[in-house]
């Protein structure tokens, strides 16, 4: 079984994550984190799987097509959402 660490919710939401876990899954400052929720659990996404997931979103770009900001934000969103949704990481 998995160790389990404890973190308390902060009333502003926020949570920290344990330094075993930071130092286990290299967790840098200013790393993107998703979070899922499952039933009464939730999951949180590496920043890793992130960069996964949104491979290939940039292809246009790559060759030559200029996308705006707000094009390639909305692009990398819709590519991780649709990777939420279908739950496979």
């Excluded at 899954?25 to 993107?32: A, P, R, T, V, Y």
């Excluded at 200029?66 to 939420?84: D, G, K, N, Y």
């Amino acid at each position: 079984m998995a160790t389990l660490h404890q973190s308390r919710v902060t009333r502003k939401g926020q949570v920290t994550i344990p330094i075993e876990i930071r130092e286990q899954l290299d967790f840098k400052e200013g790393d993107i984190v998703l979070f899922e929720a499952r039933g009464n659990q939730v999951v949180m996404i590496h920043p890793e799987d992130v960069e996964d997931w949104t491979a290939g979103v940039f292809r246009e770009y790559a060759k030559g097509k200029h996308l705006t900001p707000e094009e390639m934000r909305e692009s990398a969103e819709i590519a991780i959402a649709e990777q939420v949704m279908d739950g496979t990481d």
